[in-house]
Each structure stands twice: as structure tokens, then as C-alpha cells.
Nanobody, 121 residues
Framework: QVQLVESGGGLVQAGGSLRLSCAASGIIFRIDAMGWYRQAPGKQRELVAAVTSGGSTNYADSVTGRFTISRGNAKNTVYLEMNSLKPEDTAVYYC???????????????WGQGTQVTVSS
């Protein structure tokens, strides 16, 4: 089994900051990339930011310059530093990891349970 456990969500005023954390555990051979997605009520889940095992990052246009994704020293962890938060950032944030569980297995996507981020105006 692979588990992704998120933490760090909460309620913050517009202009404030939050830091999300995610740790993957279980039988993991290799992690190709980790990232954060979000889903607001009535909307589709969207990519917020992602980072590859090589350190390349990708951000949604709406968060570029405000959010920073990083991997921990333990490469099974990922963080999302969110600054200058806006009410439109309100959503459930999900951690994602694309990984292989063994040398012979294919890459697959795993998801955390989600953490609520609410930004008040």
C-alpha cells in the first residue's frame, strides 16, 4: 500500500500565507514527480504545481509568483508554500505522486485525502 498524507490546510485571510506538506509512505521504488492539485466546489480538479525528481517545476498561471513547490530532503515529501492568498484560492488541495512500486511495475498516480484551504476576503 502507498499512502499520501497531507497537512497544513486551514482558514486564512486574503493576503495571508499557508504551507502545505505531504509525505508518501509504503512500498515505493521510485517517485517520478509529486505535485499539488486543487478542486473548488463545482469545478474540475486542476494542477496547482508539480516538481519532478530532477527538480523541474511547473505552476498554474494563476499561482505563479505566489506559490512555491519544493521537495524535502527525504524525497518522498513535498511542500507547497502559498503566499498572497486570494479568495479564489479556496479549494480542497490534493497531493499527488507519480511513482513505481517496484522495478518492473509501471508508473501510477496516487492521491492524498485532501486538505481544505479557505481564504476569506
Amino acid at each position: 500500500q502507498v499512502q499520501l498524507v497531507e497537512s497544513g490546510g486551514g482558514l486564512v485571510q486574503a493576503g495571508g500565507s499557508l504551507r502545505l506538506s505531504c509525505a508518501a509512505s509504503g512500498i515505493i521504488f521510485r517517485i517520478d514527480a509529486m505535485g499539488w492539485y486543487r478542486q473548488a466546489p463545482g469545478k474540475q480538479r486542476e494542477l496547482v504545481a508539480a516538481v519532478t525528481s530532477g527538480g523541474s517545476t511547473n505552476y498554474a498561471d494563476s499561482v505563479t509568483g505566489r506559490f512555491t513547490i519544493s521537495r524535502g530532503n527525504a524525497k518522498n515529501t513535498v511542500y507547497l508554500e502559498m503566499n498572497s492568498l486570494k479568495p479564489e484560492d479556496t479549494a480542497v488541495y490534493y497531493c499527488n505522486a507519480r511513482l513505481r512500486r517496484s522495478y518492473s511495475s509501471a508508473y501510477a498516480d496516487y492521491w492524498g485525502q485532501g486538505t481544505q484551504v479557505t481564504v476569506s476576503s
